[in-house]
């Protein structure tokens, strides 16, 4: 099966906000959030796309608790299961300033130890949603953007064909990547909207 999957974060794109069409959402069989966003953007997406939208927090969401995006789905610490597709959300950054969503690195341990089971259940995951990178892989050197050493080690562990994050903007520095590859996982970098196909071959169509 091919999904045609449209990811976004850290900043509303014009593209869509700004100059909407709604033959730019046409093809697209999926959305996915990797936080940082407004609310309304989301909901916006979700009223005229007609798919699932599916988010995760990111640091600077604490308005999501007041104000959550109608119509989407956050999958903060579950794995939801789209025509087959096993989707891993893990929100959230690195602990800077004791801000919502922000944890340390033996939180955010913690909060993989709760889903080992759910992990189990379902046989692996085969995309990872998260906020922050994972340690190592176009990560930055400040604590505000290092990334979780404990989602490197789920990489290892699992292998799921895609890693998708935020958090890292792209117009940070020339040494951050759009796509990257880390062992068997196609990584990608969300900042602010991709467009990409991805194929399962064992999901359902």
């Known amino acids: 099966m091919k999904l045609r999957i449209l990811t976004i ?12 069409e709604k033959s730019k959402l046409e ?3 999926l959305i996915i959030s990797c936080g940082d966003l407004a609310p309304q953007y989301l909901s916006f997406l979700a009223t005229y796309a007609k798919v699932p939208v ?10 999501y608790d007041e104000t959550p995006p109608d119509g989407c789905e956050c999958i903060d610490d579950m794995i939801y299961v789209y025509r087959g597709v096993r989707i891993l959300g893990l929100g959230g950054s690195m602990c ?3 801000s919502p969503y922000q944890y340390t690195e033996s939180q955010m341990k ?3 130890r709760k889903l080992f089971l759910k992990i189990k259940m379902k046989k ?10 994972a340690m190592g892989i176009n990560d930055g050197e400040d604590l505000p953007h290092r990334g979780f050493a404990c989602l490197t080690e789920l990489l ?8 998708m994050h935020g958090h890292v903007h792209l117009n940070y520095g020339r040494n951050f990547k759009r796509e990257d590859t880390y062992m068997d996982t196609r990584v990608i970098n969300a900042y602010e909207r991709y467009v ?3 194929e399962f071959p064992d999901a359902e169509g």
């Open 9 to 20: 974060a850290d900043v509303e794109s014009k593209y869509y906000w700004d100059f909407f």
């Open 110 to 112: 913690r909060r993989i």
């Open 156 to 163: 290892i562990k699992y292998s799921p064909k895609f890693f």
């Open 27 to 29: 093809g697209i069989d």
């Open 124 to 133: 692996g995951f085969d995309i990872l949603v998260t906020h922050s990178p």
């Open 96 to 98: 800077y300033n004791f």
């Open 54 to 63: 599916l988010y995760v927090h990111g640091n600077h969401d604490g308005c």
């Open 196 to 198: 990409f196909e991805a």
